[in-house]
């Protein structure tokens, strides 16, 4: 079980955080710990790029949410990337498809973003 | 390996028990995915079965108190897989009030719900002095 996390800046004041492999119980700390630092930081527009995780559980759900709630009180914005259909198909059957931008595309995400 | 069971082999049960962390969860997860996958499940279904037998792992652990280990038990059973997740704490894990902030309240909400929207039936068994049975099903299409 593993769990890649890479932090780039992107245009503008946005940054992109990429994401590979399982997020659940045990690897989602790690994922909150990158957003969170952003966030400290004063970054609050985002794309997730979830083009690379295979699985993603509640946790791994409640750690983006958390994320998004956390921008949007500064104004700010989380988009996702998301292309794998199991990983849409939990978006879909919980409703979050309605408070995340998903989109296909890095280039869409960050295009939404502004 | 990959021959469709035959009748008198669906009575097979698959029993394993991972110690109450969650750096266990994913080994419980993978093998729950094995056994559906012998039992010739879709991908998708497999992929299904994974993460609620995961979510039930999960709250396991994160609200079972006094449980050091879980216990997981898969059976061919009535056409499909019928798997219990059985915990030793003794405040159950289906029990959903307690303090919490808002976003752990919509995470652990969301546990339930997935479990309930990804298999066909699921239900509790709740013994204060033996811990929690939490029995899912998923149906079999052939």
Known sequence: ?114 | MNQPLAREDRDDVVEIRIPCKAEWVALARLSVAAVASRLQFSIDEIEDIKLAVAEACTSVIQNAKGSTSIEIRCEAANGGLRVNVHDFGYDAHAEPIRARDIEEERVGGLGVFLIRSLMDDVSYDMHPERGTDLVMFKRLLV
């Open chain 1, 1 to 114: 079980m593993d769990i890649k996390v890479n932090v780039r800046e992107a245009q503008g004041d946005c940054y992109v955080v990429d994401l590979g492999g399982e997020i659940d119980v045990y690897t989602s700390p790690k994922v909150k710990d990158a957003i969170s630092e952003l966030i400290d930081r004063g970054v609050y527009h985002l794309v997730i790029n979830l083009e690379k995780v295979r699985y993603i559980d509640s946790t791994g759900l409640g750690v983006l949410i958390g994320g998004l709630k956390r921008v949007r009180e500064h104004g700010g914005s989380v988009n996702l990337v998301c292309t794998n259909a199991q990983i849409r198909k939990i978006f879909d059957i919980t409703g979050l498809v309605k408070i995340f931008g998903i989109f296909e595309s890095e280039d869409a995400a960050m295009k939404a973003l502004v």
